[in-house]
């Protein structure tokens, strides 16, 4: 499975925050009476459980799972730092970790395992929740009808958060987008680990899997909006989707070298009056 480094987890999250859609209604969807269980796909450093263990209220109980030791090293320190902001209380209970405050009791561990090599033994949760962000773009059709299935036989609920859906806007355009978003849009669909990555068709294709196993869905849009004048947040995170979009679209296109590397100088070059809009979706299921 591809890694992601702390810094980049870190920079994205506030443009994740802002764009998450899963709305109040579709949070009363995934909230059952009493404990709820959730087991977290590929958490990094924790980013779902900041988002949406208080939206989700009452008492659950998290199960955490990367495939990078580093990242899951992370956790403990980055709710603990969240928290505090939020007023928030967080303990340890042997293995596990609290976080409580005013109608929330969340328990939570971790588990090291490479969803690349599939998702057995992994402790899907009856009647529970599974959930993953920034996750189903990159795995195969295949990898994600296991998923589906799984999902399924144990009842559980999903919210599959922030998967590309192939929007990728400029605002100026330059007369080599086109260009370079093609094989950049080309190259999410190389295998990272799970087989051939869906890529933009995650969303579609995850939604039309879970409706055919019988659960109501909710899609809705969860967009970046990037504006290189709102400040240095939003000019350190245009640079690094630039840099990254042009390194991919040179992995995928070589002999189109020249003019991937003029665009990323234009690109750079006017960071602070640019505004992009990178297109996710959120897809909340349930039985």
């Not at 605002?171 to 890529?199: I, M």
């Not at 245009?238 to 690109?267: C, K, S, Y």
């Given at each position: 499975?591809?890694?992601?480094?702390?810094?980049?987890?870190?920079?994205?999250?506030?443009?994740?925050?802002?764009?998450?859609?899963a709305?109040?209604?579709?949070?009363a969807m995934?909230?059952?009476p009493g404990?709820?269980?959730?087991?977290?796909?590929?958490?990094?450093?924790g980013?779902?459980?900041r988002?949406?263990?208080?939206?989700l209220?009452?008492a659950?109980?998290?199960?955490l799972?990367?495939?990078?030791?580093?990242?899951?090293?992370?956790?403990?320190?980055a709710v603990?730092?969240?928290a505090g902001?939020?007023?928030?209380?967080?303990?340890?209970?042997g293995?596990?970790?609290?976080?409580?405050?005013?109608?929330l009791?969340?328990e939570w561990?971790?588990?090291q395992?490479?969803?690349?090599?599939g998702?057995a033994?992994?402790p899907?949760?009856?009647?529970?929740?599974?959930t993953?962000?920034?996750l189903?773009?990159?795995?195969s059709?295949g990898?994600?009808?296991?998923?589906v299935?799984?999902?399924r036989?144990?009842?559980?609920?999903?919210?599959w958060?922030?998967?590309v859906?192939?929007?990728?806007?400029?605002?100026?355009?330059d007369?080599a987008?086109?260009?370079?978003?093609?094989l950049?849009?080309?190259?999410?669909q190389r295998d990272?680990g799970?087989?051939p990555?869906?890529g933009?068709?995650?969303?579609a294709?995850?939604?039309?899997l879970?409706?055919?196993?019988?659960y109501?869905?909710?899609r809705?849009?969860?967009?970046?909006?990037?504006?290189?004048a709102?400040g240095?947040d939003?000019?350190?995170?245009?640079?690094a989707?630039?840099?990254?979009?042009?390194?991919?679209a040179l992995?995928?296109?070589?002999?189109?070298?020249?003019?991937?590397q003029?665009?990323?100088?234009?690109?750079?070059?006017r960071?602070?009056?640019t505004?992009?809009r990178v297109g996710?979706?959120?897809l909340?299921?349930?039985?």
């Amino acid at each position: 499975m591809s890694g992601f480094s702390p810094g980049w987890l870190a920079l994205r999250e506030p443009f994740d925050r802002a764009a998450r859609a899963a709305g109040d209604a579709a949070m009363a969807m995934l909230r059952p009476p009493g404990l709820l269980q959730v087991l977290d796909l590929g958490c990094g450093t924790g980013s779902s459980l900041r988002a949406l263990a208080p939206r989700l209220g009452g008492a659950q109980r998290w199960c955490l799972v990367d495939h990078d030791p580093a990242l899951l090293a992370t956790v403990p320190q980055a709710v603990q730092a969240w928290a505090g902001s939020e007023g928030l209380r967080v303990q340890t209970q042997g293995p596990q970790w609290l976080l409580q405050g005013a109608g929330l009791q969340v328990e939570w561990d971790s588990r090291q395992a490479d969803l690349a090599t599939g998702l057995a033994g992994l402790p899907f949760p009856q009647a529970g929740l599974v959930t993953a962000s920034a996750l189903l773009d990159l795995v195969s059709e295949g990898w994600l009808a296991d998923l589906v299935a799984r999902c399924r036989a144990v009842g559980a609920a999903v919210c599959w958060a922030l998967s590309v859906d192939g929007g990728v806007d400029f605002t100026p355009a330059d007369p080599a987008d086109a260009q370079v978003l093609a094989l950049f849009a080309a190259h999410q669909q190389r295998d990272k680990g799970f087989g051939p990555a869906l890529g933009a068709a995650a969303p579609a294709r995850a939604e039309v899997l879970l409706r055919a196993a019988g659960y109501r869905t909710v899609r809705l849009q969860s967009d970046w909006h990037i504006a290189g004048a709102s400040g240095a947040d939003g000019r350190g995170m245009l640079r690094a989707l630039v840099d990254g979009i042009a390194t991919a679209a040179l992995e995928q296109g070589p002999h189109d070298a020249e003019a991937v590397q003029a665009w990323r100088a234009r690109r750079l070059a006017r960071l602070a009056g640019t505004r992009l809009r990178v297109g996710h979706a959120d897809l909340v299921g349930t039985l």
